[in-house]
Each structure stands twice: as C-alpha cells, then as structure tokens.
C-alpha cells in the first residue's frame, strides 16, 4: 500500500504541476512561460518526486514506465496493474482537482473541438501545430523509448545513483521541448488519459495512441537495454 500511495502522489503532482503550468501560467500575458516553462514544469515535477517517494515505489508514476521496467527485468509483472491503477487514479485526482480551480475563473470553459483543450494530447486538427497521427505515433514510440533508456541507464546499479533524478527530470523536460507542438507532449498514458477525460469529444477518443505508442516504446526500451546495453557482470 505505500508503494501504491507513492505512485498515487507522485503522479498526482506530476499531472498537477505539468498540466496545471499549462493551463494556468502558460499563457498569461507579457508573463507567462510558454513552452520552455512547460517543458520545466513537467521536468520538476518529476524530479522532486523521485527524490520525495522514489526510494518507496521505485518513482514510476508513469504506466509506460512501469511496462519499461518489467520489460527490463526489474519490475514484477504481479505489480503492474496495481500500479498502473494507482497512476491513473492519481491523474484523475489531479485533473480534477485542476478543472475546480480552473472552472473559478470567468469565461474558463473546455472547448473540445480546439486542439490542446485542457492540456489534452491530439493529433491532426488536434495536435497543437496539425502533426498527423503518424507523425504523433512516431515521436511518442520515440521519446517514450529514450525517456525509458534514461531512465534505465541512470537508475543502473553501475551509475552514480544519487543524480538520477536529476537525469530523469531533464530528460522529461528535453522530451516536452521537442514534442509539445507535435501532440503536447505525453509519454505518459495516465496524464494524457485524466486530461482527455474532462475534455472529451475527439481527444478522448484519440486518447488510444497515447496508450500504445508510449507502452511499445517503453517495452522495447526495456527490452533494447537489458539485452544490448546493460553490464552483467557482478557489481
């Protein structure tokens, strides 16, 4: 139950500092941050919970980071539904608790036929600057799979340990860089699932890619780590 509250938190915040910097500090006039402030957020959010509850769970927070690391050897298949049920409920708490301080503004209203509504992923009319659905698999197979080696190589018991979050954290915040013009940036099946929930319409029906290509890429990070990357010699 404590590894399952750790992944509970640690997502929670994650949907709630990424997706809330989108949708509250984003785009504020002459002050907001835009892109680069985005792509920290969801970097932060990470790394701070990694080193608060990592040591507890393992620091997942991410169904696709769960699927990665069963594929590598180093997370028990028993484990993967609760934990993936934890996640999920834990973007759901957070999305929900968004769209209460969000809806406390005037004119605050999900409009789902707008690409990006409510921090939601998409493609084609619904990716932030019209990538296709294609373009949208490619880069979350992609990112989600070197997020993963990151992840992989840094937490390796032959790595210095004690920075991994911080590898982590940038390596998420690289990730939004590159892709929240393509499909706004998920790698993370629970946090693109409790937005599109709220938004509904098309991104909920879209949501799908966003569950297949992050956990394929995920398990052929596990699998490209642990049988060509990884030292098994003893430590």
Same mark, same amino acid.
């Given at each position: 139950m404590r590894k399952l509250l750790a992944e509970f938190f640690g997502t929670y915040w994650l949907v709630f500092g990424g997706c809330g910097s989108a949708l509250f500090a984003a785009g504020i006039p002459d002050l907001g941050i835009g892109f680069v402030g985005v792509s920290l957020a969801f970097g932060l959010t990470v790394l701070t919970m990694a080193?608060?509850?990592?040591? %507890?769970?393992?620091?997942?927070?991410?169904?696709?980071?769960s699927f990665g690391l069963w594929a590598s050897g180093r997370f028990s298949v028993k484990e993967l539904v609760p934990y993936i049920i934890a996640q999920c409920v834990g973007a759901i708490a957070a999305a929900g608790t968004l /769209?209460?301080?969000?809806?406390?503004?005037?004119?605050?209203? %999900?409009?789902?036929?707008?690409?990006?509504? /409510?921090?939601?992923? *998409?493609?084609?009319?619904? +990716?932030?600057?019209?990538?296709?659905? !294609? +373009?949208? /698999?490619?880069?979350?197979?992609?990112?989600?799979?070197?997020?993963?080696? %990151?992840?992989? *190589?840094?937490?390796?018991? /032959?790595?210095?340990?004690?920075?991994? *979050?911080?590898? %982590?954290g940038l390596g998420l915040t690289l990730i939004h860089l590159i892709s929240i013009p393509i499909t706004n940036t998920s790698v993370n099946p629970a946090r693109s699932l409790s937005q599109a929930l709220f938004v509904g319409g098309e991104p909920l029906? !879209?949501?799908?890619?966003f569950w297949v290509a992050p956990i394929l890429g995920a398990i052929a990070a596990g699998f490209i780590y642990k049988n060509l990357l990884q030292d098994h010699s003893e430590a």
């Open positions: 080193y608060a509850v990592g040591h %507890i769970s393992g620091g997942h927070f991410n169904p696709a980071v /769209f209460v301080v969000w809806s406390g503004k005037a004119g605050n209203v %999900i409009d789902n036929t707008k690409a990006g509504a /409510f921090a939601s992923n *998409g493609f084609d009319a619904f +990716s932030p600057d019209g990538y296709s659905m !294609q +373009s949208a /698999f490619i880069a979350e197979f992609l990112l989600t799979l070197f997020f993963l080696l %990151i992840i992989l *190589g840094a937490t390796d018991k /032959f790595a210095n340990g004690k920075f991994a *979050g911080v590898a %982590i029906s !879209q949501v799908w890619l």
